[in-house]
C-alpha cells in the first residue's frame, strides 16, 4: 500500500520481555518519527529521524528503549525488559521535506502494546 | 509544565452549536502550529495550519496570538461527524511535532 505500514498490529509479551516494532513509511520521505499513546492520553514524542541527520533521541523514556533507522527507510523500535507501563498504541509518523511549514505527518495504524 | 496544554473536556454540544477549543504553549521558539484531528482508535489526520493571521476552513477557524503563546480552533455549525478528539500541535523547525493531549468533542444530535 501507499501508506504507513507497522507491524504487529498487537503484540502481548510477559513483563521482562524484549519487543521489536516495525514501521515502513511512505516511500521517498525523509523524516520517520515514533511517538506512543496511553489510554485516554496525547501522543508522547519518543524519536525522531531526518535525513542522514543524527536522530533526536530526546523523547525517549529510559535506556531500555532505542530505534534504528536503515537505509533511511524502514525502522525498528525496540522496548528490552518490558515493563507493564510500557503498555501503549505505538505509533509512527513519516513526512516529507518541508513538514515544519505543512505540518503533515503521516501516520500508520499503530502497534498495540500489551505487558503483562 | 508541559509543552502544549489543552483543555481534555469533554464538550458536549448539539448539533448546530459553535465550539472554541483553546491550546497553550511553553517555547517561545515554537514557529508552526497545527490542529489534528484523532477519531476513536484511528490515528491522528491534519486538520488546518494556524497562521499568525488566522485563517478559515469552510465552518473551521484557527487562530494564533504569539505575545501569549495562545491557539485556538472555532468549529461552527457543528455536525455529528465533528465528533472527534482534537490535537493542538507545535513545532520548531527541524524537530519534531510535538502534540498536546487533546480535547474531546461530542456532537449530538
Known amino acids: ?116 | 509544565r508541559k509543552e502544549v496544554e489543552q483543555d481534555p473536556g469533554p464538550f458536549n454540544v448539539p448539533e448546530g452549536a459553535t465550539v472554541a477549543f483553546n491550546c497553550t504553549y511553553s517555547n517561545s521558539a515554537s514557529q508552526s502550529f497545527f490542529w489534528y484531528r484523532q477519531d476513536c482508535r484511528k490515528e491522528p489526520k491534519l486538520l488546518m495550519s494556524v497562521y499568525s493571521s488566522g485563517n478559515e476552513d469552510g465552518r473551521f477557524t484557527a487562530q494564533l496570538n504569539r505575545a501569549s503563546q495562545y491557539i485556538s480552533l472555532l468549529i461552527r455549525d457543528s455536525k455529528l461527524s465533528d465528533s472527534a478528539t482534537y490535537l493542538c500541535v507545535v513545532n520548531q523547525a527541524g524537530t519534531a511535532l510535538i502534540f498536546g493531549k487533546g480535547t474531546t468533542l461530542s456532537v449530538s444530535s
Do not use: M
Open chain 1, 1 to 116: 500500500g501507499a501508506g504507513v505500514s507497522q507491524s504487529p498490529s498487537n503484540k502481548v509479551t510477559e513483563k521482562g520481555k524484549d519487543v521489536e516494532l516495525r514501521c515502513d513509511p511512505i516511500s521517498g520521505h525523509t523524516a520517520l518519527y515514533w511517538y506512543r499513546q496511553s489510554l485516554g492520553q496525547g501522543l508522547e514524542f519518543l524519536i525522531y529521524f531526518q535525513g542522514n541527520s543524527a536522530p533526536d533521541k530526546s523523547g525517549l523514556p529510559s535506556d531500555r528503549f532505542s530505534a534504528e533507522r536503515t537505509g533511511g527507510s524502514v525502522s525498528t523500535l525496540t522496548i528490552q525488559r518490558t515493563q507493564q507501563e510500557d503498555s501503549a498504541v505505538y505509533l509512527c509518523a513519516s513526512s516529507s521535506p518541508g513538514t515544519s511549514i505543512t505540518g503533515e505527518l503521516f501516520f500508520g495504524e499503530g502497534s498495540r502494546l500489551t505487558v503483562l
